[in-house]
């Protein structure tokens, strides 16, 4: 059961992450003008929200269930990878050789964090 709220916990977090980027883009979800506060949400805004609720219960989940130690590096460490790929299609950031690197290095954490596992 942990392997599937893992995989809904990355998931989750990481698109609630490019949801708030491109709800954000064009202007921010709170702002105060002339003494007044505004909100300007969106859906992607909203979504990311919503994602970012789902992503919470199922690291309460994780954190009850698993070791912290291993669970935390390693939820993060997937998000990482997961947000990187998604940056690079989504938004078209750029893929270079440090942020390659670094790529491989939280993959290699992650690996090494599983080895008693």
């Given at each position: 059961?942990?392997k599937i709220i893992?995989?809904?916990y990355v998931v ?6 490019v949801?708030l980027?491109?709800g954000?883009?064009?202007?921010l ?9 505004h909100?300007?949400?969106?859906f992607?805004?909203?979504l990311?929200?919503?994602?970012y609720?789902?992503?919470f219960?199922?690291y ?8 912290l130690?291993?669970?935390?590096p390693?939820?993060?460490?997937l ?5 990187f790929?998604?940056s690079?299609?989504i938004?078209?950031e ?7 690197f ?6 290699t954490g992650g690996?090494?964090?599983n080895?008693?596992k």
């Amino acid at each position: 059961m942990s392997k599937i709220i893992l995989a809904i916990y990355v998931v989750a977090a990481t698109f609630a992450l490019v949801a708030l980027k491109l709800g954000t883009e064009k202007t921010l979800p709170v702002s105060f003008t002339d003494g007044k506060l505004h909100l300007n949400l969106n859906f992607f805004f909203l979504l990311g929200l919503m994602l970012y609720g789902v992503s919470f219960f199922a690291y309460m989940y994780l954190v009850a269930k698993n070791d912290l130690g291993y669970i935390i590096p390693f939820a993060a460490s997937l998000v990482y990878i997961l947000l990187f790929t998604a940056s690079y299609f989504i938004f078209n950031e750029s893929f270079t050789a440090l942020k390659i690197f670094a790529i491989i290095l939280i993959m290699t954490g992650g690996v090494l964090i599983n080895v008693h596992k």
